[in-house]
T-cell receptor, first 115, second 110 residues
Framework: DAGVTQSPTHLIKTRGQQVTLRCSPI?????VSWYQQVLGQGPQFIFQ???????GRGNFPDRFSARQFPNYSSELNVNALLLGDSALYLC??????????????FGPGTRLTVL | DAKTTQPPSMDCAEGRAANLPCNHS???????VYWYRQIHSQGPQYIIH???NNETNEMASLIITEDRKSSTLILPHATLRDTAVYYC???????????FGGGTRVLVKP
């Protein structure tokens, strides 16, 4: 089975632009979470979606938004990009957020560079 | 979710066992201990998790103390490909958000 896939792999944008990152979860997984990892730090939670509804949000500004589609894939949108948004954006999927032993599996990430 | 404390770095000789400690003294009875690792510039990789019993899989073993205030991840025969940052995370269910700390940067040397 294919793991979590993300596209694009790398992306370069300029300040003020908007970006859309995409994630396809493992087949059968209904929950998708997004994380931001700035260089030298651990990943930071941005959003979690389950059954197309937002179920959790981290401490990120409203410039960050996401959605989940009926096939459980997801998009992360960031508007009005700042230099500080440069990071590795990670997507993770899990079967069901309510399961006590559920495990999140991560994709390879999208490297966003804002110039 | 309970906080965790890990040493910032450690070295290990190739072929030897690597023992990675993690303190989680405020862990609650229904919180699990999860371990992930992240090889440079890749997405975090799930390794193992446990509640109170010791666990073993093809990658590693997890030893949780009886009071559950600390745990040790054991890589039985470290290889150069095990060089990575290892994160110990405590949470009620992995379906919820993962809170990554600083992790332990493990360098496996020939």
């Amino acid at each position: 089975d294919a793991g979590v896939t993300q596209s694009p792999t790398h992306l370069i944008k300029t300040r003020g632009q908007q970006v859309t990152l995409r994630c396809s979860p493992i087949s059968g997984h209904k929950s998708v979470s997004w994380y931001q990892q700035v260089l030298g730090q651990g990943p930071q939670f941005i959003f979690q979606y389950y059954e197309k509804e937002e179920r959790g949000r981290g401490n990120f500004p409203d410039r960050f938004s996401a959605r989940q589609f009926p096939n459980y894939s997801s998009e992360l949108n960031v508007n009005a990009l700042l230099l500080g948004d440069s990071a590795l954006y990670l997507c993770a999927s899990s079967l069901d957020r309510a399961l006590s032993t559920d495990t999140q599996y991560f994709g390879p990430g999208t490297r966003l560079t804002v110039l | 979710d309970a906080k965790t404390t890990q040493p910032p770095s450690m070295d290990c000789a190739e072929g030897r066992a690597a023992n990675l400690p993690c303190n989680h003294s405020t862990i609650s009875g229904n919180e699990y201990v999860y371990w992930y690792r992240q090889i440079h510039s890749q997405g975090p990789q799930y390794i193992i998790h446990g509640l109170k019993n010791n666990e073993t899989n093809e990658m590693a073993s997890l030893i949780i103390t009886e009071d559950r205030k600390s745990s040790t991840l054991i890589l039985p025969h470290a290889t150069l490909r095990d060089t990575a940052v290892y994160y110990c995370i405590v949470l009620i269910t992995a379906g919820n958000k993962l809170t990554f700390g600083g992790g332990t940067r493990v360098l496996v040397k020939p």
